[in-house]
């Protein structure tokens, strides 16, 4: 009879071995579930997250490579209006204008529908976007890449309005500098130092994009406050010239009264020796008040132009106060009965 017990007992050892391997498998999956925790939740969401037409373009449209879009789907992007925004942000800031948020999970746009501002939902994805990579750094790349931006930082802080913004986010988020600086010069700056340049292709197949996104609605800004700051500097001349001329014009009005008076008295009086005499002194103070005249029109023609330059001031402050209104979510509109 043949036995069959070898062949048991080989099998057995085989189960045990496939046993062990069962264990080892398991014991490594679970260590890499334990490092890679962050990266299997993004994977799940992203398989699970359906994003809207309107996010999609809004990840195209700026440049984003698949690894920007990742995490871009992982923080599961919403585009809201004013009140949903509002909440969703915790946003109590009044000082300036609050375009999206990233709260460490979830990423809230705000939905700005003014035309005039294309770009601008485009340019805050990519913000937030690049707020989620950060956070998902390990120390080691943190500290790489804050030595970039730092780097970089030293030769963008001679900008007024650079500087001003910076100051904004050290009181609003104390500690996240290098966070900021991340976002802000990936989305804003166009001239970064090479190595910066390569990191930023993680996320970005073409940067280009959303820098051109950028300047597409900031140099709507720009263009109002350009027009503004030259409005201002003719208005604040022009009122200086005509205040020395008004004080010119009131001396030599006060002068020639004077001296008409004098005129007028020496005349009654029979002091001109002859009437040539008379006729040549009424000569030059006629010529004299007709100066005056001629400085009065042009007094009166710079005022005109004085109150021209005004109203195109408030006009152009009409509608730098209209933009800023657009992308201010704290003036919602008030809810309809």
Not at 183 to 201: A, F, H, K, M, P
Request: net charge negative; glycine share 4%.
């Amino acid at each position: 009879m043949l036995s069959t017990k070898p062949f048991q007992q080989r099998r057995s050892g085989h189960s045990h071995v496939i046993g062990l391997l069962i264990i080892a498998v398991s014991v490594v999956l679970a260590l890499l579930l334990l490092l890679n925790r962050q990266r299997v939740l993004d994977q799940v969401t992203v398989w699970q997250y359906k994003p809207s037409n309107d996010i999609v373009q809004l990840a195209d449209r700026s440049g984003m490579n698949d690894t920007g879009k990742f995490y871009f789907y992982a923080s599961e992007p919403k585009v809201e209006a004013a009140s949903p925004f509002n909440k969703d942000c915790g946003t109590t800031e009044t000082s300036t204008a609050i375009l999206g948020c990233y709260n460490g999970r979830n990423i809230f746009i705000y939905n700005v529908t003014n035309t005039e501002l294309t770009g601008i939902k485009e340019t805050t994805a990519a913000h937030e976007m690049l707020h989620a990579a950060y956070a998902r750094l390990n120390d080691g790349e943190k500290k790489y890449v804050d030595g970039l931006l730092e780097a970089e930082y030293q030769s963008l802080k001679s900008d007024k309005n650079f500087a001003t913004r910076m100051a904004f986010y050290d009181k609003t988020e104390p500690g996240e500098r290098d966070n900021e600086l991340h976002s802000v010069i990936g989305t804003e700056v166009t001239s970064i130092g090479g190595d910066l340049e390569q990191y930023y292709n993680k996320y970005f197949v073409d940067r280009s994009k959303v820098l051109a996104m950028h300047n597409s609605y900031a140099s709507v800004f720009a263009s109002l406050q350009a027009e503004s700051d030259s409005l201002s500097k003719q208005l604040t001349d022009l009122g200086n010239t005509i205040t020395q001329q008004t004080q010119v014009y009131n001396t030599q009005v006060a002068s020639l009264k004077t001296a008409i008076t004098s005129f007028n008295q020496r005349a009654n009086n029979g002091d001109f020796s002859s009437k040539a005499a008379f006729d040549s002194e009424r000569a030059t103070l006629v010529t004299q008040a007709n100066q005056l005249d001629q400085m009065r029109e042009t007094i009166n023609t710079e005022i005109a132009e004085y109150n021209n330059l005004r109203n195109k001031l408030q006009s152009v402050a009409s509608q730098s106060a209209a933009l800023n209104q657009s992308i201010d979510s704290s003036l919602a509109p008030a809810p309809s009965l």
